[in-house]
């Protein structure tokens, strides 16, 4: 942050505007501010901090005490602060509260932050918490950090140099945004921790899969060999009985397929038998149908000679119709000709009629003209009378003196609300601290509303904890038993088939003194699920209670870092105490708010409306003159325009009439001329249609004759002695096509029977019917053993790919569990160690940003040792410190002279300074060198040179005046001589009797 402008208004002892133009030193980046006690040095750095932060430098001046004492009444205290940062320009502008020159109500506290665009300042923020933090981030600094490192204010430049390690950690944290480290390091422990729960999970998976398997074994006391050895001896005496079962299944798989062949050929002979059956019958019913069928064939053929000729008969037919039509037309057009005549010869008469009343029209349009040339005067006399009625009658409206009493009232009113407005005080301030105060309460009062529900959560969730545990462990017994129930029977299935003298296909023993026997069999799959989901549930409670502990441990530390920000109480009840009383307190405050709100408003409204009211009453009187003047004006015109010769009335009645016979004659002329020259056009258009229909229909008759003639020779032709009897042998095409399918598909099917009977004749060859009901006995006995057969080797491949997926589930699970452990290895180590569980007991993110401050630390040794020739020396504390208390940050001092480390506390005055100065050098360099969020482009002085000798003098002033090849602005506050004389840029600051000013002289 670079300031560009800043500007005093009534501020301290600046009565009138000062403004220091820093853009005026002209790449000069020291300059001094010199002038008498008392003058308002340690002023300007007051406004320049009240501008960001709303506070002053030293934190010691009230925001009431800001007013300067010279300034005017009716001149507000405001501070206006231009700045550049990261190539943009802000401006910040604010007013303290202070009393208003006239009212008793004070100014309120205001703000505003803004951003040039290049054309003109756009605001960011115009409330006063709402600029206090965008200055802060756009800074990355709050006011106390500020004056640490940027502002080493009178009498308190040792802050940073004296600062605990919690206050350095916390500087270092914005500066360098360390947040990162700290939160990596708590994913690495909250991973770990994950970690070390999956490989728990995994092992416990890895045992349920062991625990399986059809064997009676310890198996949490095996090694990873032996389990392979058994398992391995477990697969092979399974893939022998697998052997075993197929070979009995392959012989009896033999003698079903001959059984079944056998059946085959029967069923085959037997189909032939019925199918002859079946034919023979279909034979019989088609003998029936014969004369039917016959008749049909004759009836196609007659239909089939008439179609021949259907052609010329449909010929016939369409001439005949056509010459009926065209008669017909010719008798209804004539009779539509002798109409039309008679209808035109009586619109012609009409039309006589009309042409003998020309006269009389022409005379009444002018009679119309007359009339409206009379009306027209009429109804300028009657405007000329209504505007002299309307005229007096705003006269009489017109009444100056009630807008005068209402304005003696008002002004009474105004009076009243201004003594009531200065009896109100001004509380924005405190109602702002009321405000911050209850949110800090009410965050705490939530914090510990959750931290209490977290603990009877977790509370619970241990008695929840030990009811699944034991849940768990009942459904694994029950599932344990399960299978060893199934693996008995198993056994006795195996069992059934051992006979003395016969080697047992698992134990090869030839002797079998105790075979298994049936038992009751449990669902195992329904208590695997049992035991899975019991297990599920188990684990979930795990993950939900480590989930419940942090989000204590966290609200735990919130609740410590609210406490640490500002004194709360820590009990709920008080919490929830003083939260009433505030909110009571601010309701209070409110209300007084509002009244003062609507008193203001009310006052803003009594000014508008009297400004309104005399601004009417002056309308009024100057309306009234100009009124009378017209109403003479009209009096003179009426007097002059006389009586008119007949009424209004009468003259638009006469009117009226003349102009609705005028309307009927044209109206009746119209109508006629268009009926007489649509009448003539439909008497022309009638006549030519029956001339063309007269034309066509003797051309039709000739052709009928022709196509009847025609007819009657094809008729002959196909032997058809009459028309009727053409026309009842005539069928559809339909009909044709239907009775065609009908001949042809008996036709097929006659075939297809004699066809089929030659042929089974032929199949069966005097061979004897078969017996179907023994032979398909046969096949079912024969298929029952080859089931069982399949059976007993289906159960065993089963037995098999189970056992092969659990040994297979088990090493995979192994290898998970030696993936997982190698991660832990390192991730948990790291994990460790970045929490702090080292022999430093030091966290990741306080060990960056230690590395940071030895930065820092080296960069400002440099400028120390230049300060003292070389005698001190700034160290790091690197001892832990006790307990949780944070430390790395501390600071010692070697003494070159003693060859002694001592803590920094004991260094004098003069040595303080110097060392205070390194330190902030040292830290503008590293954070710039870092080019991080934060600009370190200014720093402030306000004295300390004087605790200095004449040496360490020159050697502070040559530190400093080293740093401008940097860029860095560096502002000192200063009565020592030999300063003023070394740096050739000054802002003189004088004291005079009506307040202060401020001259910047460049040399």
Known sequence: ???????????????????????????????????????????????????????????????????????????????????????????????????????????????????????????????????????????????????????????????????????????????????????????????????ATAIKETKTKQLAKLEELPLEVDWVNQNETTIRSVTDELLASLDETITAAKTVEQQVRQDVNQVSERFRQAEQLEHAFVEHERLSRLEQELAVTLPDITRQANRYEIATRAAAITGRYDAFLSEQQTVVRLETAQTQLTSELTTLQGRLDQITGQAEQLASREQEIRDGARRIDQIETELKQLREQEHLQQKQKSLAEDVARLNPQALLTERETKRAERTRIQAELAALADVSDTQLTLQERRFSLQTLEQKRIEWQRSETERQQLIERGTRVRKEKDEAEAAYAEGRRKERMQLASELAEHLHDGEACPVCGSREHPEPAVKTQLDDVEALHQLYLKA?????????????????????????????????????????????????????????????????????????????????????????????????????????????????????????????????????????????????????????????????????????????????????????????????????????????????????????????GLERLKQQINAAARPDLAHLRTLVETAEGRLAEATDQRVGAEKEHIHVKQLIDAWATLQQTIEAEDARYGIIGELARVGVGENAQRMTFETYVQTAYFDEILQAANRHLTEMTSGRFQLERKTEAGKGLKKYGLDLNVFDAYTSQTRHVKTLSGGESFKASLALALGLSEVVQEASGGVSLETMFIDEGFGTLDPESLEQAIETLLSIQASGRMVGIISHVQELKSRVDAKIEVTQGKTGSTIQLVVE
Not at 173 to 187: I, M, V
């Open 1 to 195: 942050m670079r300031p560009e402008r800043l500007t005093l208004r009534a501020f301290g002892p600046f009565a009138e505007e000062q403004t220091i133009d820093f853009t005026a030193l002209a790449g000069r980046t020291m300059f001094v501010i010199s002038g008498n006690t008392g003058a308002g040095k340690t002023t300007i750095f007051d406004a320049l901090t009240f501008a960001l932060y709303g506070e002053t430098s030293g934190g010691e001046r009230e925001m009431t005490d800001l007013r300067s004492h010279f300034a005017r009444p009716d001149v507000k205290t405001e501070v206006e602060l231009e700045f550049l940062l990261k190539g943009e320009r802000y401006r910040v502008i604010r007013q303290p509260s202070q009393p208003h020159p006239v009212n008793k109500t004070d100014y309120a506290h205001e703000a505003e932050l803004a951003r040039f665009d290049g054309m003109a300042w756009q605001p960011l923020a115009v409330k006063i918490p709402e600029v206090k933090q965008r200055v802060q981030s756009l800074l990355q600094l709050d006011h106390k950090q500020f004056s640490q490192i940027l502002l080493l204010p009178q009498n308190k430049f040792r802050e940073l140099l004296m600062a605990e390690s919690k206050d350095k950690l916390q500087i270092l944290k914005q500066l360098f945004k360390t947040e990162q480290y700290g939160e990596f390091q708590q994913r690495l422990h909250r991973k770990a921790l994950d970690l």
């Open 535 to 755: 297990q599920t549930a188990h684990q979930e409670l795990q993950a939900t209670y480590r989930t419940i502990v942090e989000r204590k441990r966290q609200l735990e530390h919130d609740i410590a870092t609210l406490g640490q920000e500002q004194t709360l109480p820590t009990e709920l009840d008080l919490i929830r105490t003083e939260i009433n009383r505030l909110v009571a307190a601010e309701a209070e405050q409110k209300q007084q708010q509002d009244k003062k709100r609507q008193l203001e408003q009310r006052l803003r409204t009594l000014e508008t409306e009297l400004e309104t009211l005399t601004s009417q009453i002056d309308q009024q009187l100057a309306a009234q003159g100009k009124l009378e003047l017209e109403l003479a004006r009209l009096e003179a015109l009426l007097t002059k325009a006389g009586e008119p010769s007949a009424s209004k009335g009468v003259l638009e009645q006469e009117q009226q009439t003349l102009q609705a016979k005028q309307t009927q004659y044209e109206t009746d002329r119209a109508t006629v001329d268009q009926q007489k020259n649509q009448l003539n056009r439909e008497v022309a258009e009638r006549q030519g249609r029956l001339q063309h229909i007269t034309e066509e229909a003797t051309t039709h008759v000739a052709a009928r004759t022709q196509a009847k003639a025609d007819l009657e020779q094809a008729l002959s032709e196909e032997h058809f002695e009459t028309l009727e009897q053409f026309e009842q042998a005539r069928l559809s095409r339909q009909e044709m096509q239907q009775l065609a399918a009908l001949l042809e598909a008996d036709r097929v099917k006659r075939q297809e029977v004699a066809t």
